[in-house]
Every structure is written in C-alpha cells, then in structure tokens.
C-alpha cells in the first residue's frame, strides 16, 4: 500500500515538474517577444551622430530567465502549497482564517496612524531642514495624495461598482479650480479648499447622468472618453487656462493666515526658526494626512448608512437591485458625486503643493494608475488600498534612486526608463498570487450574525 501512494506520489510530482517546464517554456517565449524590441536592442548615437542599434542579449536574457524561474516556481511550488492549503480549509469547515488575532494584527490601525505622525518629525531630526524635504515630499505627501485619490475611486468602484477610467478629470478639476480661482480673485486655500470638492462633485453629477444606462465596458468607454474631453478643453482654451504653458505662481497655503516665507511675519520669523522651506513641506504632510483621515471617515460612515448598503447592493446586482425599490438613478449620481469630490479635495491640495498647473499632470495614466491601485489593494478596502498605494508609488520613487543597478545592467542602464516595466512585473505577480488583491474581502455591511431555523410548513407554502 504504501509503494502504491509512493510511486502515485512520484508521479504527480513528475507530471507537475513537466507542467512546470512547459509553462516555464511558454513564458520565456512570451517575454522574449514582449522585450526583444524593448530591451534587447537600443538605438543610440555613435560619434558621427548616426543612428545606430545597441544589441544587449545578456539583458534580454536576464529578463527571459526571470519570466521562465518564475513561472516554474510559481506551478511546481506555489500554486500546489496555495491548493492544500484552500482544500485543508475546506475539509476542516474552516472558510476564514482564525479569528484570534494577535496584538500587531488588533492594533495595526492605531499603529500605523502613530507611524505617520511621527514620520515628518522622525526624518527632520534624522536628515536636517534640508535632507527631509525629499523623504517627506516624495515618500510622503506624493503617496498621500495617491491614497486620497484612490479612496475617492474606490467609492465608485469598489463599493458601488462603477468601472470609471476618466477619474483624472475630476482630479484636474480641483486642481485647476483653486489655481483659477486664487489667481483671478484671490480667494484663500481654506475657502477654495471645499468649493474646489464642490464643483467636481457637479461635474461628477454632470457625468452620471449620461451613463445612467451604461454598464461594463461602455460604461469604462464613456469615462475614459469624459477624462480626455476635460484635458483637451485644458489644452485648447488657452484665454483661460494657458494651455499646455500651465498656470504658475499659485497662492501658497497658510496656517491660520500664517504664510510659509522669509517674510516678518512668516512661520520661521514668528515662531524664532531658521529660514527653511521643510516647515511647509511638513505642514503639507500633516494637512494631506488630515484629509486622508477625513476622506477614510466618510467612506466607512457612508457604507454603514442606507446609501452605502445601496451602493453595495448596485455592485452585485444592477438589476436585483432595481426590484428592490432602491432608485438606482440617484444611487449611482451619489457614487459619482462623492467620489469626484474628494478627487477634487486632493486636486486643489496638489496645485497648493506644486504652485504650478499643466495638463501633463493629468493624463490618462494617472486614471490608470489609480484604478491599479484600487484593484491590487482590494476593492472596497481601505486598509488594502493604502497598502497598495505605498508599494506601487513609493517602489516606483525608491527605483529613481537605485543608482547600484547600473553597476549590475551597465552604465547604460537607466531605473527610470525600466521602472514601469518593473512595476507590470511587479503588478502580474501580485494578481497571480492574490487575484483580490491584498486584502480581498467583499463582506457586506449589513449580514445575519447568526443562523436561523425555518419550518418546514411555510416553506411548503411558499412564505419560507
């Protein structure tokens, strides 16, 4: 008996290796063809200014043999420990994981909310007025803003399950509408502030009613179409928005009118500091940080309201839904509105920061950056969102920084030309190993905690 189990053994575990060869084969196909134009050869200029093709194989090769090890591994390894143990869990009756959670795991919330406080502070005493300024720019404000943007996303997303690839356009509204605004009428940031999530909620109402019939893929077109609309009219009326020149000079925020110069009674002078523009910088970190607070707020007190469960219900089913008596016209303008309002909060916060508007800021790719972030963090989860958010913008800030590399591909490698490349890689293993994303729950808000008996009778007749 036990030669019998052993020789099955050995046998499936050689049909998985030849599997594992096959698929490593495959891949190492598709990469070659998806890179040899793209890495493998490099034009370039010789001393006579005559174009010319580098060949760089042994990269090309790395690259295939990465796609091939990692295909193998993941069918030979991976995917069977992923298998036993979803069938050991189904076999104990055991569909969640544990409900004992340790202390990290209890906390985590509180945790990290004590991290991001004291960040600002932590890297000024580290690195000085000076050195901080990237470190709490870069790797702070800049995937901030993205977890903003991504919330506001995933209302329409990931709770009311609205596929939406024009966000950007709501994003570049707020931006534009506090650079118009302060400029023309001198209006504060704290004023502009809320009215900048106003109008883009009216756009976003503007944009629902059109789609009202849409679902799936039109309704993507529709969206995607709305967001280039918005950039073009950026672009082409220059008598306004300058066009593709931009706007500069954007008022500043303030503390309580308490403005960021070397002024007499500027922030540094005031309060007896040295002249540095990290005071700002940080002040940026904590009022984006506020409105990621406020924007996380509303999302979980709206699911637990009659319209969040609403949105919840058009999510799963537009047309159980609609038999349900909920009126899924205003169902889906709510969605819209409330998420192109906090996209407006966090455009307006950006053209504070920047000081400068152009509509290279607000490109397509930005939506699809957003959307990914969305997808990968788990839609309908905040916590897996912002997860999410620091992996994808803050890897891609720290491959900027990555100078090593050059010494491993050659003086010739560039970390900004390969990193989005890096980033699909990056994205393609995450989906394979969680397709939900990194938290992937979809629980409702509203459920039955526990189990009820019915009598067999009303189920005879029909009321059970």
């Known amino acids: ?80 420990h992923l298998d036993a143990r979803k069938l050991a869990k189904a076999r104990s009756g055991e569909l969640d994981i544990s409900t004992e959670k340790g202390f990290f795991h209890t906390h985590f919330l509180k945790i990290a909310l004590v991290a991001l406080l004291l960040y600002p502070v932590f890297i000024y005493a580290v690195a000085g007025p000076q050195g901080s300024l990237k470190w709490v720019d870069n790797f702070g404000i800049q995937i901030l803003i993205y977890v903003m943007l991504a919330w506001g996303l995933n209302i329409v997303v990931g709770l009311a399950g609205l596929l939406d690839l024009g966000y950007v356009a709501f994003y570049a509204i707020g931006a ?119 924007t996380a707020y509303v999302t979980i007190r709206l699911r637990r309201m009659p319209i969040g469960r609403a949105w919840e219900a058009l999510r799963e089913d537009e047309i159980a839904c609609r038999s349900l008596g909920i009126n899924t016209v205003t169902t889906k303008l709510t969605a819209f509105a409330t998420g192109a309002m906090f996209g407006g909060f966090a455009g307006s916060f950006f053209a504070a920061r920047q000081g400068f508007v152009s509509p ?60 989005m490349l890096l980033f699909g890689l990056a994205m393609v293993v995450v989906m394979l190993i969680k397709p939900r994303g990194f938290v992937g729950s979809r629980e409702p808000t509203a459920f039955l905690k526990e189990r009820k008996a019915v009598s067999g009778s009303f189920t005879k007749e029909g009321h059970g």
């Open 176 to 294: 534009y509408s506090y650079a118009l605004l302060s400029s023309y009428f001198g209006l504060s940031f704290w004023v502009l502030l809320p009215l900048s999530g106003i109008l883009a909620a009216l756009w976003g109402v503007i944009l629902g009613f059109p789609v009202l019939r849409l679902r799936g893929d039109y309704l993507a077109i529709v969206t995607l179409a709305f967001g280039e609309i918005i950039r073009l009219v950026i672009i082409n009326w220059t008598d306004l928005t300058k066009g593709t020149f931009g706007i500069s000079g954007i008022p500043k925020a303030t503390l309580f009118g308490i403005p960021f110069d070397a002024s007499a009674g500027g922030f540094a002078k005031l309060f007896h500091l040295p002249i540095s523009s990290a005071y700002y910088k940080i002040f940026l970190f904590y009022l984006i940080l506020a409105l990621c607070m406020l």
């Open 1 to 80: 008996m036990e030669n019998a189990v052993r020789s099955a053994d050995k046998s499936a575990n050689a049909g998985l290796v030849q599997k594992g060869i096959k698929e490593a084969l495959f891949a190492a196909l598709i990469s070659f063809g998806m890179f040899v134009l793209y890495v493998g050869l490099k034009t370039d200029q010789n001393i006579s200014n005559e174009l010319i093709i580098v060949q760089r194989w042994g990269l090309l090769a790395i690259f295939v043999a990465i796609a091939a090890v990692g295909r193998f591994l993941t069918v030979v390894f991976l995917r069977p």
């Open 360 to 419: 290279e800021s607000f490109v397509f790719l930005e939506s699809a950056v957003i959307l990914a972030i969305v997808v990968l963090g788990g839609m309908g989860s905040l916590t897996g969102i912002a997860i999410a958010a620091i992996v994808m913008v803050g890897g891609t800030e720290l491959l900027r920084e990555m100078a090593f590399l050059k010494a491993i591909f050659g003086p010739d490698f560039t970390p900004e030309l390969y990193r």
